[in-house]
Each structure stands twice: as C-alpha cells, then as structure tokens.
Nanobody
C-alpha cells in the first residue's frame, strides 16, 4: 500500500492550504489516518488524526485552524489548513494504519506518504 501526498506550497501568513493524501494498492481496510509534520531541527509531530469512524484529534497548536477529513470510499485523507502561521512551516507527512490483502493473508502496518513542503511567509 502506498500513500501519495499533495497540496503543499508557499502561502502568506493568514493564508490557507489543503493537503490531500491518497492510498493505493491491495487495501483490505484502513483504520486511523493522520498528518504529521517535521520542521528543520525538530522531531516529527502529530498534527491531526482521524479514526475510521470519524473521531478526530488535533495538536493544540492547530486546533481551530486545521480540519482533518477522510473519504473512506476513495481511501483519501485531507487536512484543510486555515490562518497559517510561520511556525506551521514544515514538511507534512500523511500516514495510515492499513490492512493489506496479500497472497498469504492480511498484513497490518503503518504506511507513510512521501512528504509535502508547506512554507508560510511572514
């Protein structure tokens, strides 16, 4: 199972971006999906998570500004980022807790996307 992230870019402070991530492959099911970010010199941190049933969880720093959503039929997860701040600048990664259908049965693992750069100018 592969994840393909898109939607990063350069915006001014206060602007908006929408990141998308699509899963493809021999997917049996997808449990939680999430977005993480990593700024230069910092550890990767959770931005937002959405469970298969729709329950969401956000980092305190993005609450009220970011909204995560998913389309289970399309195996996609999105994050709408509003009122962006310079401190939101980072490489954003999507991930998914997936169960893959293989020739020898089902395998469950966490898959990561390739990362997409978000830059916010002040």
């Amino acid at each position: 199972v592969q994840l393909q992230a898109s939607g990063g870019g350069l915006v001014q402070t206060g602007g908006s971006l929408r990141l998308s991530c699509a899963a493809s492959g021999s997917i049996f099911s997808i449990n939680g999906m999430g977005w993480y970010r990593q700024a230069p010199g910092k550890q990767r941190e959770l931005v937002a998570h959405i469970a298969s049933g729709g329950t969401t969880n956000y980092a305190d720093s993005v609450k009220g500004r970011f909204t995560i959503s998913r389309d289970n039929a399309k195996n996609t997860v999105h994050v709408q980022m509003n009122n962006l701040k310079p401190e939101d600048k980072a490489v954003y990664y999507c991930n998914a807790d997936v169960t893959e259908a293989t020739g020898i049965g089902r395998v469950r693992f966490v898959s990561w996307g390739q990362g997409t750069q978000v830059t916010v100018s002040s």
